[in-house]
């Protein structure tokens, strides 16, 4: 038996005393005991009934009503349904006055339902009007602090932004994409991110630099603020329009998956200016390549390979420019020149027959590239006639195929390289000559 001792029991025997504290010291070790026995309409019951006591004046309380719904999210969160509701009513309460450590909670719990309702709550984020107020930005960031929600939401954006853009949308730009960058920005940002990031990387790379091709080329509205980025104290916050927005992205990207060395090479040769305009942007994406090359382990850029590959015929011209132009680019290295049962020269060839100039360009700099590794000599010097024909091309694509010419013959063997020159020596004359002019 117990005794009642000044309005509290006290079990004989212990020197133990229950009262309301053991409910609030302990809201969500017994809401997850009694979450699983609720139905699908009692959980939501529950959470929507309790969301009323997050603005409660005593903070013990609005505390335990944000553990009490973390605990249930944590637990059944793939059961709740009105998820809608569930979600402006957070929101709703987020922008009021909460009590930091309330706040935190709450901030907490809708993690642990975005993680459990990914479908259902990341569009309903998106859909808010640009730009973001700081309780959505906040809940975005927190989204990249928990290993689980984080890649489920990015799966779900990566998704988003391979989405090929409909008619439409080319003449007003799509609205969700956007979005999903300025989501990016946000849960990218801090350092718990890394290892979902570097598991989805280089697919989130290729989506994001995808959408940068296709954004680059729309009208947007001079001025157009779409995201607002914190600045440090006493400083103001620093606005970015879709293009800056996505360019920032990428670089989180590469600075999330702790490759900072590709973001000091791309800064070095102005990767960004290339990369913001339609008319330079595969010449971006070949220096950003070429900062991958250096900075990273070949694991990491067989990888990249792989993807690539996917797309090197893809029916989205963005993407296929995308993939072509990283595939000619990584045979800079020699691991991937080097990858068995990969037919490089014989796509290069495709591209360089191809009426279009850029792809002209992109497949003679992968034949360089590949006349840099040992065992290409034999191959290449069978294709010198053909790149011969080339040195009377348009301006940028005789420059990259006497580039070709030339590692053809630096790389060569012997004999090799004195026949190739003597071939190719008339066609060269008239070149130096408009040099020397």
Known sequence: MGRKKQGLWEEEGTSEVYSPNVFYNNTFEIAKAFAEYFTQVQLTTLVLTAMEGLTDSRAKVSLATAQLMSAVMKERGRDMIKIEEIVEGILDRLNSQLEPSTKEEVVRGMCLLAGNNTQSVVP??????????????????????????????????????????????????????????????????????????????????????????????????????????????????????????????????????????????????????????????????????????????????????????????????????????????????????????QDFLSNLIKWVKDPNLIMKEVGLRGISNLALHPGQSESLKSQVPFLRDLLKNEARVTVQAVKSLRNIICHGKGEDTKVVFCSISKQLRPLINDVWA
């Open 124 to 341: 309903l984020l998106l859909s808010k009007s640009l730009p973001w107020d700081r309780t959505s930005l906040a809940l975005w960031k927190a989204f990249g602090t928990q290993r689980e929600t984080t890649i489920s939401v990015l799966q779900l954006l990566i998704g988003i932004l391979e989405k090929p853009h409909s008619r439409e949308e080319t003449e007003e730009m799509a609205f969700q994409p956007v979005a999903v960058t300025c989501a990016l920005c946000e849960m990218l940002s801090g350092s718990l991110c890394q290892e979902a990031v570097q598991e989805l990387y280089p697919r989130l790379l290729m989506a994001i630099l995808c959408h940068l091709c296709w954004v680059i080329e729309q009208n947007v509205p001079q001025k157009m603020v779409v995201y607002s980025k914190e600045g440090g104290p006493g400083s103001k916050s620093k606005p970015f329009d879709s293009t800056s927005c996505a360019l920032e992205v990428v670089k989180l990207v590469f600075l999330a998956a702790a490759y900072d060395g590709v973001v000091t090479y791309a800064n070095q040769h102005h990767c960004w200016d290339l990369l913001s305009c339609p008319r330079f942007y595969y010449i971006g994406i070949m220096d950003l390549t070429s900062g991958i090359v250096k900075t990273c382990e070949p694991a990491v850029l067989h990888r990249v390979l792989n993807l690539v590959r996917n797309y090197l015929y893809s029916s989205s011209y963005h993407r296929k420019i995308l993939a072509r132009t990283f595939y000619a680019q990584l045979l800079w290295h020699r691991s991937v020149a080097q990858t068995l049962g």
